[in-house]
């Protein structure tokens, strides 16, 4: 599985560098600190997901880990 979600990144990391340009210069249009102050609060929100989903995942691990040695 883990080979496969490797390939996956592989070939779509040119796209994802793209969105990221495309992602700036819309993120440089923002000059109102209200704006501003909007895409701090979407970046908090999506770091803060990123983690669960993390978390997530390292406790499903750790329990089928746990599950096959006991």
């Known amino acids: ?5 490797l ?5 779509k ?14 993120d440089a249009r923002c000059k109102d600190e209200d704006e501003i102050d909007e895409l701090r609060k979407v970046t908090s929100l999506g770091n803060r997901v990123v983690i669960y989903v993390l978390i997530c995942n390292v406790t499903y691990a750790t329990s089928t ?5 006991f």
Not at 13 to 26: G, Y
Not at 65 to 69: C, E, G, I, N
Request: net charge neutral; no cysteine.
């Open 13 to 26: 990391l040119p796209k994802l560098r793209t969105t990221e340009e495309i992602m700036a210069e819309l």
């Open 65 to 69: 880990f746990l599950a096959a040695v």
């Open 1 to 5: 599985v883990g080979a496969i979600k």
């Open 7 to 11: 390939l996956i990144m592989a070939f």
